[in-house]
């Protein structure tokens, strides 16, 4: 089976400050790693994702992510965030047939 | 717009009753997956169909129930509806079971 950690619940941070939200997941073998975000009363839609190849991937609105596979981590930066990027973000994982697995999520309030 | 559509928006309806919430996935896309969301509980899985079958089941109660059809739509009915049941009901979409999710709308489901 799999699982995913999303080790903080909620973060607050200022304009122009830089982010990263972690992401730990355990399963032994191949795995696609994605993040998802929810802006206040709307869906999910992915951000980025991984499958394969350079582990620094890039996503929309300025994302990126850097996969570990030593430390089995998932973790999402922005160097500067702004206040439209308040939202949900949510970390997922499917590793083998597994249909991907979601961490809780971590909500993300940024005052302008 | 993700190609996900979910019928209805809202829902308001009395405990001890039952309703259908439907969703149309991405064309093409096989795989259909129901999640419930609620500010206590976080996203939770509740079933994923694959072309008309079954495949994986989380956190569904017995009083829910999906099926997908022949054009590949999906019916989620939930029965003897309690307060707790009150959620955002998102479906989602992939061609793959492995690869990323499409969401739709979601429907929000509001018990009196």
């Known amino acids: 089976a799999q699982s995913v950690s999303q080790h903080n619940h909620h973060v607050i941070l200022s304009e122009a400050a830089s982010l990263e939200l972690g992401c730990n997941y355990s399963?032994?073998?191949?795995?696609?790693l994605f993040w998802y975000v929810q802006y206040p009363g709307q869906h999910l839609q992915l951000l980025l994702k991984?499958?394969?190849?350079?582990?620094l991937v890039k996503g929309i609105k300025g994302f990126e992510a850097e996969f570990i596979k030593s430390k089995f981590s998932f973790n999402l930066r922005k160097p500067s965030v702004q206040w439209s990027d308040t939202a949900e973000y949510f970390c997922?994982?499917?590793?083998?047939?597994?249909?991907?697995?979601f961490g809780r999520g971590t909500s993300l309030i940024v005052h302008p | 717009d993700s190609g996900v559509t979910q019928t209805p928006k809202h829902l308001i309806t009395a405990t001890g009753q039952r309703v259908t919430l439907r969703c149309s996935p991405r064309?093409?896309?096989?795989?259909v997956y129901w999640y419930q969301q609620s500010l206590d509980q976080g996203l939770q899985f509740l079933i994923q169909?694959?072309?008309?079958?079954?495949?994986a089941k989380g956190n569904i109660l017995e009083r829910f129930s999906a099926q997908q059809f022949p054009d590949l739509h999906s019916e989620l009915n939930l029965s003897s509806l309690e307060l707790g049941d009150s959620a955002l009901y998102f479906c989602?979409?992939?061609?793959?079971?492995?690869?990323?999710?499409?969401f739709g709308p979601g429907t929000r489901l509001t018990v009196l």
């Open positions: 989602a979409s992939s061609t793959i079971p492995t690869y990323e999710q499409f």
């Open positions: 997922a994982v499917s590793g083998g047939s597994y249909i991907p697995t």
């Open positions: 399963y032994g073998g191949t795995v696609n």
């Open positions: 169909y694959y072309n008309g079958e079954e495949r």
């Open positions: 991984y499958f394969s190849g350079d582990p």
């Open positions: 064309s093409g896309d096989l795989s």
